[in-house]
């Protein structure tokens, strides 16, 4: 090690006790400064010394992987009931140093709305879960959402409104509990993206904080900006306060179906067949395959691989057994694996609830959809069919982990995702993918050990998918964040050169253009995190 390298651990300390970075100094100055700006704000700061500092923090945390007691924890916890404690807090922010990382509903794959990689970073949780109001207008077929929603939530508030008919909904994610700050700035997939698109694409009007502590609209902030709120990614040109959305129209009736298959019921060349079919059924018609290793129903003490194919589509029953006998008979679809329900029931079933849950379990901000589980996800755009030889690798790779502790989504692609140009808006992945992937691993064991041996497998899997899948770049979604692909420095601070590489996997060639959005709008990169775009100026 050079002398250059030896002494910089000293400067840093130096640094440290000079300038009390790691002290108390910024927290306490950081909260006189909210007090200058309004005496009663303390009530809804919480410090570690607050006794719900812990049960607060954690009732967001959606990866228990980023809930131990080595991940970086914020210095406080900010909950704004009203716009201007956001305003004060960017405000004291800046003018002391500390970082913010927004959350809505805490669903990010890596943590970075509530943690961070870097142990030495001073930041604050500005969790938006108090800023929750759903405003319906059904004559208009528009509502007003605030970022601190959960998608449940808006499901209630579009079915309650519309309840005579039911007949409207939004083009949104399938967990009820992921947060609309979050899910609109990476796009927003779900069950309508064949007819309507993704959420992102369904967006007419924001109200957005910069870091100026300006409030924006659409109109204010001009269509640049407005472009690149709209799946851009999260953290990264301001803070979303609410979206106006738009609604569209759905049967009063839909039908939701699942039919399983494992290997010994021919799930290979099913799935193999769903590849030429999927993208090409009528807009009405999603498919989702969930493939993994299962207990074997047909044989004792054994394990198989079993795909699940689930489906909805925007009609009866009848209607989508007739399109499948025509167009999928392979996959044997019949009555009793469906169900007719409302859209917004919908939702329910393919986030795995019982078929009697009342509509109000999407009101549930508690529920976990992976459990006590940690898990990780990695992505995937598939273009071309998969050969059966591949699906065979597949297995070969599920049969390497327990059961159902590692999977694949297949998500179909096709329809309106194909008319809207990569273009539109920063989410890329367009006209040409077949479906998309996810590749994810659960876990429950504690522990380095156990979770580096299920990441590896993690890595093996995604290896062993790169001849199957997009290339140059090897496309990604922004919304299944995965820090293996690349990312900035541990507090944010970015590159515009390192970025692309990542960025170019998440937005194709949408990257440069958010860049220059985030050089104009907020060049001193004062909303950022590992993954955020980078301002020009960084790289200068
Ligand atoms: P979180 O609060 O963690 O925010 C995610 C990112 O956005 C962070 O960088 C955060 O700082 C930033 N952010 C949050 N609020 C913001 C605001 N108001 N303004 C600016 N930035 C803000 N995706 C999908 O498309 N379809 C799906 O069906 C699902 N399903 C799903 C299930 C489960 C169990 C998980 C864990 C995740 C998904 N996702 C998904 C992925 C999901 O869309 C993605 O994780 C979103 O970013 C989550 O948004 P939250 O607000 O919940 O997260």
Redesign the pocket.
Known sequence: MDTAHRSFPILVALFVLLFGVTSSQPYEEFLQCLEFHDSNITSIVYTRANSSFSSLLES?I??PRFDTSATPKPLLIFTPRQISHIQSAIRCSRAHRIQI?????????EG???STISPSLTFLVLD?RNLRAIQVDVPSKTAWAQ??ATLGELYYAIAAESKKSSTLAFP????P???????I??????TLLRKYGL?ADNVLDTRVIDAEGRILDRASMGEDMFWAIRGG????F????AWKIKLVPVPASVTACTVTRTLEQNATEIVHRWQYVVDKLSNDVFFMVVLNRVVNPIQANATTIQASFNSLYLGSIEGLILMMEAKFPDLGLRRENCVEMSWAKSILYFAGFPLNSPLESLLDRTIS??GSAKFKGKSDYVKEPIPISGFEGIWEKLKEVGVQTGGLILASYGGKMSEIPESSIPFPHRAGNIYQVEEVAFWVEDGVEAADGYLNWLRGLYEYMTPYVSKNPREA?A???DLDIGRNGGGGEGDYRRARSWGSSYYKNNFDRLVRVKTAVDPANFFR?EQSIPPLSSWR
């Open positions: 967001s959606r990866n990382r927004v959350r809505s509903g805490g669903h990010d794959y970075l709305s509530y938006l970022a601190g949104s994610g399938i967990c509990t992921v947060g609309l700050g979050g899910q700035s990476g796009g927003g997939w779900g959420a990614g999260g953290n990264t301001g803070i979303v306060i959809a992976t979604y919304n299944y964040r995190n």
